[in-house]
């Protein structure tokens, strides 16, 4: 694989979504070097050369999404050669020879083991919430419904992977996670099957981006044009990996960048540095609610805050009785 160089000086996090065909692999690594992995594709000779290329050499948190081949193929060898230092997935156990031989690595290699409830887990600056499944759990599509579903929050940047879920399980997070769900970035469910991502959901998810796993011309017809459709009425930006082969995320938790394998196919998007409403004009300063940084109004970050998160000062003096601090960037 090949990108373009990191625009960002500072500490980032890299979110690769790999292309393993017809199905699911993405890499997290943070700012000091620690490397979660969610699911491992189809493929175990090619998720496996994927980890060497990346010169990853150590993998400190491994989830198991849900127990389908093309997640969890080549987890058994993943798990010997790695040893992670934890390990999750749904608690649901599968009848297939590929699950049986990913449990038996975890017993014999002694893997922390922990099921995918409600919780929190913190990687340095670099927080991953692991959504709470149903009680009890859905039965139907059990395997893709249960799908263990994780938010990562990186000062103002967030993304969610969803697995597999399905329609009911999205609806269940409507209800029981709807705060938690407004992000930057979606790994769209299913490899954006119409099964998945009802209009309710994808618009309080509200991405600027979405991120498709598929493999081409795949037997599923994935992803589905109803999906499609749906993401670009909304004005989402899409991302395939069948088109654009491993895709990466690189942000600072301000803003991000976006870089594929085979550029061609997608250039990657435009920094903006226009304000976001005309409103804004009268203001000089900005600031997110959930950042402790403030920024002149035409700083490249203020683009990158949610209009609901977004906070407005007149004066410097009131930017900084907010408890904030001016940002390096901008110099306010």
């Keep these: 694989m090949s990108f373009t160089a990191s625009l960002f000086a500072q500490d980032i996090v890299s979110i690769y979504f790999l292309d393993v065909r017809q199905g699911d692999s993405s890499i997290i690594i943070t700012p000091d070097g620690k490397v979660v992995m969610i699911d491992s594709g189809p493929n175990e000779s090619l998720i496996l050369r994927y980890l060497q290329n990346l010169g990853i050499s150590q993998i400190d948190l491994l989830i198991a999404t849900h127990a389908h081949a093309d997640h969890i193929t080549g987890m058994d060898k993943i798990i010997a050669k790695y040893t992670p230092k934890a390990f999750i997935d749904p608690g649901i156990s599968h009848t297939t020879a590929t699950y049986q031989r990913m449990i038996t690595a975890i017993y014999k290699y002694n893997i922390n083991y922990y099921e995918g409830i409600s919780r929190k887990i913190k990687l340095g600056s670099l927080t991953l919430t692991i959504l709470p499944p149903t009680n009890p759990l859905i039965r139907d599509s059990e395997l893709n419904n249960n799908s263990v579903v994780v938010r990562l929050d990186f000062k103002d940047f967030s993304c969610l992977f969803t697995g597999d879920i399905e329609k009911e399980r999205e609806g269940q997070l409507l209800t029981d996670s709807r705060s938690n769900l407004n992000v930057d970035i979606l790994k769209v469910a299913h490899h954006g099957s119409s099964s998945s991502s009802s209009p309710q959901f994808i618009k309080l998810v509200g991405p ?125």
């Design 208 to 332: 600027e981006i979405a991120v498709i796993c598929c493999g081409q011309s795949n037997k599923y017809g994935h992803p589905h044009q109803e999906t499609i459709s749906l993401l670009q009425g909304l004005g989402i930006e899409i991302y395939q990996t069948d088109l654009s082969g491993t895709i990466l995320v690189k942000t600072d938790g301000m803003d991000y960048q976006i870089f594929t394998e085979k550029e061609s196919n997608r250039a990657p998007p435009v920094l903006k540095t226009e304000t976001k409403t005309t409103e804004t004009q009268e203001y000089k300063y900005a600031a997110s609610r959930k950042s402790e940084v403030f920024h002149y109004i035409n700083c490249f970050y203020v683009a990158r805050i949610k209009p609901g998160n977004l906070i407005l000062f007149k004066t410097r003096e009131g930017a900084i009785a907010s408890a904030r601090r001016p940002c390096r960037k901008c110099k306010p």
